[in-house]
């Protein structure tokens, strides 16, 4: 049987392959650049994976490519980009699918603002702005300073404002007239100050299992680029029954019942404040820290549900071994990627750091102030996700980059 995937995230493949493989299915990527895919399709057989090049926007096609399919038996939908098309199309075939409905609530940042704040799991509700000057002053002035401006379906940290005086509201205001949206609005909040956590989780039929919370660090305020992953931080137990509760509660909020979701939130001094909801596993390689800290593949999650069945994950005794950490590179100027100096020089520092490419030589690389810019991750383990943290920004620091100016 088949098991296709409509994109990916960028890593991760080889862990689903895994997975597939357990469950006895074979792996199908649709895909509109398998370039994304590089680093891993470099390491995985055509035995292991295929691959087919199709627009991945075009709904009908993929359609088409999955009536070509005999033994279809599930579709992996692990992007935020292509949560709907995913429902659609499994819906189409009568696959297992969180359904439209909810694929739309968590596609709209502000329905999941206004549906956590009634159930009393969010102290404010959100604004939908439209994307104009005066639109985003009056929504700004009527919630106050500080106030976040975001796009309704952004993802990888672009379009988002954040707005501390009138100078950061007039920057927004000219600048969201030429942003390029993915959602059909904008969203006007509060901003929650405190550190970023993510909390990893596994659910089905009203059930949640928190596996664990990573760290997110970021640049100052405001560009708020993030910098740093971390998993799992220790907190205290009972602090941690209390987020597995409170998590429960806004994935049943926002309707997600089945599968493992990436839930991001502020640690404010009056509780958590969710920053946004995900109804897929972790990006960058936090997939990778998470399997390896829990010594379980957390990939068969997502393969149990896909096939619609009670993902054993909830059910596995878990003992965390290594900490992880990963650092993002980002170039100091834009331009274009020649490649890098540094990474033979890894093996020299504690941690066993791995690099992990993002970007390839002669990639353009234009926007730094959010994920866009990011070329390369180093991943490093630690007996605490601190320790290993800290192995990995020093690894990281050895690494820089050969750019060629721009034109």
């Given amino acids: 049987m088949t098991i296709v995937l409509l994109e990916a995230l960028t890593f991760g493949l080889a862990r689903l392959r895994d997975a597939a493989a357990e469950a006895g299915h074979r792996l199908c990527l649709l895909t509109g650049n398998r370039s994304v895919y590089g680093y891993e399709l470099a390491r995985l057989g055509p035995r292991d994976l295929e691959v087919v090049d199709v627009d991945t926007t075009d709904v009908p096609a993929c359609a088409a490519v999955l009536d070509r399919i005999p033994d279809l038996a599930g579709l992996v939908n692990s992007t935020d980009t292509w949560m709907l098309p995913g429902a659609e199309l499994a819906g189409r075939f ?12 968590l596609r709209d940042k502000a329905e999941v603002r206004t549906l956590l704040h009634r159930a009393g799991l969010s102290r404010a509700g959100a604004t939908r702005v439209e994307p104009t000057a005066e639109a985003v002053t009056e929504a700004v002035a009527a919630i106050g300073v500080p106030a976040i401006v975001k796009d309704s379906a952004g993802t990888s940290s672009r379009s988002v404002w954040l707005i501390r005086d009138d100078a950061e509201l007039d920057r927004a205001a000219r600048e969201v007239k030429e942003a390029t949206l993915m959602g059909a609005h904008l969203v006007a909040e509060p901003y929650f100050p405190g550190p970023v956590y993510s909390a990893e989780t596994v659910s089905w039929e009203g059930r949640t299992r928190l596996l664990g919370v990573a760290v997110h660090l970021h640049t100052p305020e405001p560009v708020r680029r993030e910098e740093a992953v971390a998993f799992p931080v220790a907190f205290p137990q009972p602090e941690l029954d209390r987020l597995e509760t409170w998590i429960g509660e806004v994935l049943g909020a926002v309707g997600f019942s089945a ?5 991001e939130f502020a640690h404010t001094p009056d509780g958590p404040e969710v920053v946004e909801v995900n109804g897929r596993i972790a990006g960058a390689v936090i997939g990778e820290m998470m399997s390896r800290s829990l010594r379980e593949n957390v990939y068969t999650a997502v393969i149990d549900a896909a096939l619609g069945r009670r993902p054993r994950l909830l059910d596995a005794p878990l ?10 590179l980002h170039p100091p100027a834009p331009g274009r990627l020649a490649g890098w100096r540094g990474p033979e020089r890894l093996p020299l520092f504690p941690g066993s750091p791995e690099f992990f490419p993002t970007a390839q030589a002669g990639d353009l690389i234009v926007h730094l102030a959010d994920q866009r810019g990011c070329t390369a991750l180093v ?24 750019m060629r100016p721009l034109d």
């Avoid at 601190?386 to 050895?398: K, N, Y």
């Fill in 319 to 328: 003992t965390v071994g290594r900490g992880y950490g990963m650092a993002f």
């Fill in 259 to 263: 599968g493992v979701a990436h839930t």
């Fill in 94 to 105: 009568g696959l297992a699918t969180l359904g439209l409905d909810v694929a739309r609530t």
């Fill in 379 to 402: 991943m490093a383990e630690g007996t605490t996700a601190e320790l290993g943290l800290h192995h990995a920004l020093a690894a990281a620091g050895a690494v820089t980059h050969d």
